[in-house]
């Protein structure tokens, strides 16, 4: 793991929670967490799951994560945001919310980032020493 990094945020035209982690070495990582798709009931438009992906790149090798949310349904009285007024960051916001916050979050983050480590400088590998 690398100990020494700063973060900035970079702003992508449609992106969301995309951040650039620069390593003192000359590694760069970007990890971004994106809502790919919400399940919706359609009579009311209230979403009940939410599908995303986190992210993991450096300018050679990328790692990703899948993973869904569950979400409750709005209790009577509830305020509800209709469909087609969400945005992706609010949506973003709920998953890190259902996720356990920033902690788990980075959590995944450091998994990924551990994936690409591996691949940039393996400790395993397959093979034969015969042809």
């Known amino acids: 793991m690398f100990l020494h990094k700063a973060a900035f945020l ?64 709005p209790a009577e009285g509830d305020t509800v945001i209709p469909y087609a007024d969400l945005t992706e960051a609010g949506v973003i916001e709920w998953v890190k919310e259902k996720l356990g916050g920033e902690e788990k979050v980075a959590e995944i983050q450091a998994a990924l980032q551990a994936q690409i480590d591996e691949q940039r400088t393996p400790t395993t590998a397959q093979g034969k020493p015969w042809s």
């Open 10 to 73: 970079i702003t992508l035209p449609g992106r969301q929670n995309l951040l650039k982690f620069k390593l003192l070495t000359t590694n760069v990582y970007y990890f971004y967490l994106v809502c790919f798709y919400l399940d919706r009931t359609v009579a009311d438009g209230i979403v009940g799951t939410v599908h995303y992906t986190v992210n993991a790149a450096d300018d050679t090798y990328s790692s990703g994560a899948y993973g869904s949310v569950g979400l409750e349904a």
